[in-house]
């Protein structure tokens, strides 16, 4: 049972205890996100960059919102906001443009936030504030990024927490854990940032870490929010400077003092210098400037390659592939926590059939079995031959989710080429899952994979056609 048909009987179940538990505002409230975007969480102690993460996600300056604690951001036609208060209904409030982000007329411990952007149509981003309770997040989101600049006992704590006790939730594959002083690294130059990813990656092998989480990705906010709203002047005062001879400059970008210090590089005023301090850090000004003279001379190559530094390509990636492109499952998963819980503490004469049958339908639910198992090959916890894991890679659905593309298959592929394609597939991992030279975690991979072939075959509902 893959993607689309976990939807449909998850929502199904949702609609039956509905009418048991009518005008149940937690199970009202679980279909109203059930058919919505994927709702994904920022969250993090306070200083770890959520808001300018959440910049950078978007590609424009809407946060942090002041006057306003835990905010979501959706897709729309305009800029509104709503206040959504602790009791009562919620109220449109007006919003104005800041240098600094959106501010609202009165203070809102809720708020949704509406800005017409592509990355928000299929994706709702919640900023969390810095006083969210763990239990809020966890309840509020599908999915959770979650920002530290290293990882200690309390965010292995968070995620323990979103793992619970049984069902959808005992595989936590809704979380990913992102490292937010990438360019503490060698003052943010280009070997620091490497650095930084080669920690990341080598975090993310770690088993205690890689059974908590899908992935460990280190970013630097401010570096990727200034790529992706980098503004002409700031090109042109940094080329000013980078145009300048090393021995002129170089003194001057040793500290923030330096760099702003009356009279120090005149070929830029001592505003704009704040400006691109405030904007990028002396690390980001520093990698800024190593890029411009090594080539990158237009705005849009210089955002580019600032965007690639500061791991924010990255983190895009890991997010499409690990939470976009499963968004159904993560919503589903995040239904049935809410189902599980409300039929175990509030029982009913239907209780125990409604538990019996999400206990079936969570026993036959594949979709979380790919998704550790592409978290476990990514990371490397898994170690297949390369061949082989690129393979299993696409038949998992980490190129996309459709039939083709699980296949490798063209869009005008005969339905006999579909079915000799998949059953070579499942021949060839049915041997792989039965090899004694093996290791116990390989079989298993393989018996995941073999699984997602069985469901081809079997003609799930979800893999009716070769584009999806």
Partial sequence: MIGEELERRTYDLLQRAAQVYRGHPRLHLALERFTGPLRLAVAGAARTGKSTLVNALVGEEVAPVEQAGFVTYRDGTELRAWSHPEHGRPYEVPVVRTANGLRLDSAAPRAVVQWPSRVLRKTELIDTGSSAPVGQVLTEADAVLLLTPRIGEPDLDFLRAGRGLRGPSVSPVHAMVVLTKADMHGDGLPDGLLEARRIARRRRREPA???????????????????????????????????????????????????????????????????????FGLGGVRLALALLRTGSATASVLGERLQDYSGLKDLQASVAELFVARRSALKARSALIVLDHLLRTERLPPSGHLLAELELLLAGAHDFAEMRLLSALRSGRVMLAADQAKEAVRLLGGAGTSLGERLGLPTEATVDDIWAVAEDCAQRWRREAGLGDRTPAQRRAAAVVLRSCEAMLAGDESMTSVTG
């Fill in 209 to 279: 870490i890689g059974a908590l989480c899908q992935d460990v990705v280190a970013v630097s906010p401010l570096i990727g929010q200034a790529a992706r709203t980098l503004r002409d002047d700031e090109v042109r005062a940094l080329s000013a400077i980078a145009a300048l001879p090393r021995t002129a400059s170089d003194p001057f970008l040793l500290s923030t003092d330096r760099f702003t210090t009356a009279g120090a590089l005149p070929a830029v005023d001592a505003r704009m210098r704040l400006e691109l301090l405030q904007r």
